[in-house]
Structure formats: C-alpha cells, structure tokens
Nanobody
Framework: QVQLVESGGGLVQAGGSLRLSCAAS????????MGWYRQAPGKQRELVAD???????NYADSVKGRFTISRDNAKNTVYLQMNSLKPEDTAVYYCAAGWGPRATVVNYWGRGTRVTVSS
C-alpha cells in the first residue's frame, strides 16, 4: 500500500504564491507517475499537472505558465509551485500516484489540502 500526505495549502491573496508538497511512503517501488488534481465546489475533479519518474511534465491549459510541478525521487516527494494565483484556483488539491506513465490513471490518492485564493 502507498500513503500520500499533502501539505502546504492555505489562504492567499490573488497574485500570490503557494507551494504544495506530497510525500509518498509505503510500497512505492511500483509508483511511476505522480500528479496533482483539484476539485472546486460543485465541479468535477480535474488533473492540474503530472510528472513521470523521468521528469516529463504535463499541465492543464488553465495553469500553464503559472504552476510548476517537480519531483524529488530520492525523497519520494512531488511539489506544485503555484504562482500568480487566481480566485478560480480555489479548490481542494489532491496528490495522486499511479503505476503507469501518466497520472491520468490513479492508483493512490492523498486526502487533499485546501487552497483558497481571495480576490
């Protein structure tokens, strides 16, 4: 089993920055892709960004140029640097991990961390 624990959420003003972290533990040898999803009130959960073990990244169009995903394989940790935050970025952000090359198929979820962007 794999456990994912997120940290770094909070309240920030529009234009500000936050950095989310997600530490993986447990049976992690079979984890390949890791990523971040978010779910805003009344909306479906959506993929924000993901990263392969080798460092290839993908981003949702809505966050390109503002968010950066990175990964430290030695620490089994994935990060999401969020800059130029907008009120529409307000959501619960979930860390995700999967066995495949992309985090579009998720085998493990974190419990989520809330990000609130005030206008």
């Amino acid at each position: 089993q794999v456990q994912l624990v997120e940290s770094g959420g909070g309240l920030v003003q529009a234009g500000g920055s936050l950095r989310l972290s997600c530490a993986a533990s447990g049976t992690i040898f079979n984890i390949n892709a890791m990523g971040w999803y978010r779910q805003a009130p009344g909306k479906q959960r959506e993929l924000v960004a993901d990263i392969t073990r080798g460092g290839s990244t993908n981003y949702a169009d809505s966050v390109k140029g503002r968010f950066t995903i990175s990964r430290d394989n030695a620490k089994n940790t994935v990060y999401l640097q969020m800059n130029s935050l907008k009120p529409e970025d307000t959501a619960v952000y979930y860390c995700a991990a999967g066995w495949g090359p992309r985090a579009t198929v998720v085998n493990y979820w974190g419990r989520g961390t809330r990000v609130t962007v005030s206008s």
